[in-house]
């Protein structure tokens, strides 16, 4: 291993080391209000670089998440230009994600007529790093236009082949699937391309469980919530990355209840991780396995590339805490029910 390669290692584990603390949760769950969330983060924490200038009386709740967004995306920026074997991929990842998420919030809005609030909750830091038109996508009013101001881009060609049905409602279910196919595809290729080795195997191994699980969460949503036919929840899938069997998965898909879904993967290897989580409700497992084995990948990996993408994740788990304990205080939530939400 390189000196920089170590020294990637040696930095995203630092940086790891500044997290918080469970002191730090409990300061945070004793807080009465979004300002004294904020004055803890901006006081204690490694938040506090970004939060020095805003003023804790006058910062809305919005504004407050889109800076800690801020702060955790040049966060992975810096690092993944610090330097590794394939850090620019890993940079484009980030990238990708974050534009997938912004046009699916914008698919979303769009079936509810609503996309004139897209431009309010978007992440004014993407802009200088996106290919997406977004002056083009805040004033898109119908699939067209939208499609319009997504032409330059690779995601015109996955989207062009759908089209809004009798009501003017879009299959978003069926296009975010394809979608996260397209980024994770990348990510995958980019793996088998720069990497050998255990750094291989265990960047596989990584990604195929979180869709593994991934594909367990979507299977128990599509059926509890959108009771959906076992042939359509089988092509909201991403077989082709995960280590689960076409044939167990075509299992789950056709299971009559929640509990034979659970118990088919249960029965996997990988889903007995199930059994070694605490979870509140079923589509908290899979971001709670996520952040179980980027926790285990950052202690004792001696590859940097998995180190930093278990410190990518790890971070984002960070910050989804933060986000749930600001959400619950603002609502006066019971500091239990808040601190059930948290992953730890």
Do not use: W
Not at 122 to 151: C, G, I, Q, S, W
């Amino acid at each position: 291993m390189s000196a920089t390669s170590y020294a990637v290692l040696a930095k995203a584990r630092a940086k790891y080391g500044k997290f918080l603390t469970d002191r730090d949760y409990t300061s945070i769950l004793a807080c009465q209000s979004v300002a004294e969330v904020m004055v803890y983060l901006k006081s204690h924490t490694h938040y506090a670089s970004v939060l020095s200038e805003v003023n804790e009386r006058d910062v809305h709740r919005g504004r407050l998440e889109q800076l800690l967004r801020q702060y955790q995306f040049d966060d992975f920026d810096t690092l993944c230009r610090y330097d590794s074997g394939i850090s620019a991929g890993f940079s484009r990842y980030v990238v990708e994600r974050t534009e997938v998420n912004q046009i699916i919030r914008f698919l979303v809005l769009l079936n509810a007529n609503a996309t004139e609030k897209f431009i309010f909750q978007f992440p004014a830091f993407l802009a200088k790093h996106t290919e997406l038109d977004v002056n083009m996508l805040a004033n898109a009013r119908d699939y067209d236009e939208f499609l319009e101001a997504l032409h330059r881009t690779s995601y015109y060609d996955i989207l062009k082949v759908y089209k809004p049905d009798a009501k003017g409602r879009l299959p978003v279910s069926d296009m975010e699937n394809k979608l996260y196919s397209y980024v994770l595809g990348h990510m995958m290729e980019l793996i088998r391309k720069k990497t050998k080795g255990s750094e291989r195997r265990e960047l596989l191994d990584m990604f195929r469980t979180i869709n593994d699980y991934s594909i367990f969460s979507r299977i128990l949503r599509l059926k509890k919530y959108y009771h959906l036919p076992p042939e359509i929840i089988k092509t909201n899938m991403l077989p082709e990355y995960s280590s689960l069997s076409p044939r167990l998965i075509r299992k789950m898909c056709e299971a009559q209840s929640s509990a034979e879904v659970f118990q088919i993967m249960q029965s996997t290897g990988c889903g007995r991780l199930i059994g070694k989580i605490g979870y509140t409700y079923a589509g908290d497992i899979s971001p709670r396995v996520q952040h179980k084995l980027a926790k285990k990948n950052i202690h004792f990996s001696n590859n940097p590339s998995v180190v930093m993408i278990s410190y990518m994740l790890l971070s984002e788990t960070e910050l989804m805490n933060v986000i749930s304990l600001i959400e619950g205080i603002r609502y006066q939530l019971d500091p239990k029910t808040i601190q059930s939400m948290l992953i730890r």
